[in-house]
């Protein structure tokens, strides 16, 4: 089991900055974020993996940055110039095998943590 503790979310004004951390309690090849919005599905956000593989949506890219931290099992989401739009549930993802790129792939969730971005 690799147990995901998510911290950091709350409540900005547009263009401003949130930094998501995700602490795993144990090993994972692949840790991601996903955020869900009201009545939306669950899309990925970014993902990485131990090799460093990176996968990041377009709607994000330039503005959110994703760090893992190996030695702690620690993995950040750095978001800059938020908009209202990136409003939703941040969840973070883990996998001990193969990428946590899409829903499907993923067996372990955290709880999440809300992020609300106003104009």
């Known amino acids: 089991e690799v147990p995901l503790v998510e911290s950091g979310g709350g409540s900005v004004q547009a263009g401003g900055s949130l930094r998501l951390s995700c602490v795993a309690s144990g090993y994972a090849y692949c840790m991601a974020w996903f955020r869900q919005a009201p009545g939306k599905e669950r899309e990925v956000v970014a993902a990485m993996d131990t090799d460093g593989t990176t996968n990041v949506a377009e709607s994000v890219k330039g503005r959110f940055t994703i760090v893992l931290d190996f030695a702690k099992q620690t993995l950040y989401l750095l978001m800059n110039s938020l908009k209202p739009e990136d409003t939703a549930m941040y969840y973070c993802?883990?996998?001990?095998?193969?990428?946590?790129?899409?829903?499907?792939?993923?067996?372990?969730w955290g709880r999440g943590t809300q992020v609300t971005v106003s104009s």
């Open positions: 993802a883990a996998a001990y095998e193969g990428g946590c790129s899409t829903v499907g792939s993923v067996p372990y």
